[in-house]
């Protein structure tokens, strides 16, 4: 089983960016597909980005695509999401999630079965 640790949001203005970070403890994420998602109060939990950690595959959802990446660092063991361009819309919790290599991509998040515990993220002036 791998533990999750999220971290690295804040208050940004509009225009700014943020650099999320997701860490494993307990396994690596060598057989992982990694991904992020957000929520919004009131709002669903959205897909943001999901990348397969042994091939470097990547995919992310329309709000975001341009703006954000997703990236990953094997001596870390870290997944990183590189968020440019914020916009006040992006206000949310942050959460990662990690699932199984199966079929790529996965996009809901019923589809993970490991999260982080979230981080805030607040675009504001």
């Known amino acids: 089983q791998v533990q999750l640790v999220d971290s690295g949001g804040g208050l940004v203005q509009p225009g700014g960016s943020l650099r999320l970070s997701c860490a494993a403890s307990?396994?690596?994420?060598?057989?992982?597909?990694v991904g992020w998602f957000r929520q919004a109060p009131g709002k669903e939990r959205e897909f943001v980005a999901t990348?397969?950690?042994?091939?470097?595959?990547?995919y992310y959802g329309d709000s975001v695509k341009g703006r954000f990446t997703i990236s990953r660092d094997n001596a870390k063991g870290t997944v990183y999401l590189q968020m440019n361009s914020l916009k006040p819309e992006d206000t949310a919790v942050y959460y990662c999630?990690?699932?199984?290599?199966?079929?790529?991509?996965?996009?809901?998040?019923?589809?993970?079965?490991?999260w982080g515990q979230g981080t805030q993220v607040t675009v504001s002036s």
């Open positions: 307990g396994r690596t994420f060598s057989t992982y597909d």
């Open positions: 999630a990690a699932r199984t290599e199966t079929i790529f991509p996965r996009t809901r998040p019923n589809d993970y079965d490991y």
């Open positions: 990348i397969r950690w042994s091939a470097g595959y990547t």
